[in-house]
């Protein structure tokens, strides 16, 4: 079955740092480039980050930019999302999302819930 | 960061068909490509259309994706109970490559 499985979320302390884990299966993972994207509870989606097929580039939102850090390692099919200086507005669930050709993110893991508060 | 703007809702009677805008200046304005999202209450988003009117297998033909100067716009064909969701459209901002930016949501609500 071609699926993402999102892992590592959960309640962190403002300043705290967290690492999200996506494992993707089904599908040849090397081949595709890879993105988190955010909701906060009731709000809009929020592209976070994205990382080229061999990650090599990567792009970060301004709002998480210098804190946040994405990585993947092809031969584990992972993505990963190193998040240090937690804040309270990075509260959220964090999809994992594969990227075509076109910028379109045309599958998605089911999230994964991150809560930054004290 | 740029901004794409959808209305906040739309709503549309069984059968009738709805257009959703989504508007952006060095966004939309200078990309065709240009993506739309289907999201349920509690579950994640599902790609419904990319490059600005293309469908991706298995995806309904009610379904049609446009654009016209600054603005996308998604069409919703004979609207369905089902069709009732939130939708996203998404691009990429113009200064850079990796910088994608999602519009703010529309909620659709089948009267």
């Known amino acids: 079955e071609v699926q993402l499985v999102e892992s590592g979320g959960g309640l962190v302390r403002p300043g705290g740092s967290l690492r999200l884990s996506c494992v993707a299966s089904?599908?040849?993972?090397?081949?595709?480039?890879m993105a988190w994207v955010r909701q906060a509870p009731g709000k809009g989606l929020e592209w976070v980050s994205e990382i080229s097929w061999s990650g090599a580039t990567s792009g970060y939102a301004d709002s998480v930019g210098g804190r946040f850090s994405i990585s993947r390692d092809n031969g584990k099919n992972s993505l990963y999302l190193q998040m240090n200086s937690l804040r309270p507005e990075d509260t959220a669930f964090y999809y994992c999302?594969?990227?075509?050709?076109?910028?379109?993110?045309?599958?998605w893991g089911q999230g994964i819930l991150v809560t930054v508060s004290s | 960061q740029s901004a794409l703007t959808q209305p906040a809702s739309v709503s549309g009677s069984p059968g009738q068909s709805i257009t959703i805008s989504c508007t952006g200046n060095n966004t939309v304005g200078t990309s065709h490509l240009v993506s739309w999202y289907q999201q349920r209450p509690g579950t994640a988003p599902k790609l419904i259309i990319f490059?600005?009117?293309k469908r991706p297998s298995g995806v309904s033909p009610r379904f049609s994706g446009s654009k016209s100067g600054y603005t996308a716009s998604l069409t919703i064909s004979g609207l369905q109970t089902d069709d009732e969701a939130d939708f996203y459209c998404c691009s990429y901002v113009e200064r850079s490559r990796f910088a994608v930016i999602f519009g703010g949501g529309t909620r659709v609500t089948v009267l």
């Open positions: 490059e600005t009117d």
């Open positions: 089904g599908f040849t993972f090397g081949d595709y480039g």
């Open positions: 999302a594969r990227e075509g050709p076109y910028v379109e993110f045309d599958l």
